[in-house]
């Protein structure tokens, strides 16, 4: 038994004590975060945006063209693996760019945008339609109305799916290092190889993301309960 504790320990020691390693963890997990931070950011504005393009009309009530193109863009995004979009951008969209960072964030930006958008689409639709109303005889315009009574009331709507699409969002990062970035999950694969022992670095990232998802989703599940305590008032 004693004998076991001590190759747990060395092999602890090894993956993260040694030269300081833990330190490359937590800057690739910083890494990981921040891209998913700006993605989520990018994401927003972005489903906002599609959100509203989706929700045009005619005058018969039928989507639009543009509404159809939002359409497009939401089945393209949504029906293809965020790996290959990520290669996609890489390889093709941004070939002579050599910032990862940027286009990881982008990446991840534009493929959160289609999930946001229908997120963003339903808190909309959520909304009484007599707030529309209320707002133009208010004298406001259709856009005033939009900006200042339906997407703050939309956005309130639809805060837990939008926490729960940040937190996915913080996970589909391990694949940035196919961009050439040393995120938390290639981080753990790097001192792996050094260290000729995958069991400790991939299982310390994993609890690190473990550990992550959890405090964000206390996090907002503690937001949603308070927005609901203000509702009751």
């Known amino acids: 038994m004693n004998e076991w504790l001590s190759k747990i320990a060395d092999r602890f020691t090894a993956a993260f004590v040694t030269a300081d390693r833990w330190k490359l963890y937590l800057k690739g997990f910083g890494l990981s975060v921040r891209v998913a931070v700006l993605a989520a950011l990018i994401g927003i504005v972005i489903g906002t945006v599609i959100a509203l393009l989706k929700l045009r009309t005619k005058e018969d009530g039928t989507p639009d063209f543009i509404s159809r193109l939002a359409d497009v863009y939401i089945d393209i995004i949504r029906g293809t693996p965020s790996v290959l979009q990520l290669l996609i951008m890489w390889f093709i969209i941004m070939a002579n760019s050599k ?10 930006g ?17 909304v009484d339609s007599g707030q529309m109303e209320a707002g133009r005889s208010l004298g406001l315009s259709r856009v005033q109305t939009y900006r200042f009574i339906i997407l703050p009331q ?7 799916p939008l926490g729960n699409e940040f937190i996915v969002l913080l996970k589909e990062t391990a694949i940035v290092g196919y961009v050439s970035l040393s995120d ?12 000729y022992d995958a069991f400790m670095p991939l299982i310390g990232a994993a ?7 959890k405090i964000l989703t206390l996090l907002f599940a ?3 309960r308070r927005m609901r305590l203000v509702d009751k008032r």
């Open 99 to 108: 910032n990862g960072e940027l286009v990881a964030c982008l990446s991840f």
């Open 184 to 195: 938390l999950t290639r981080t753990a694969n790097q001192i792996a190889s050094k260290t």
């Open 110 to 126: 534009i493929n959160s945008g289609a999930y946001v958008a229908e997120i963003i689409r339903g808190g909309i639709l959520a």
């Open 222 to 224: 503690t937001i949603e």
């Open 154 to 160: 939309a956005f309130k709507n639809a805060m837990p």
């Open 207 to 213: 609890v690190i993301y473990l550990l992550a998802v």
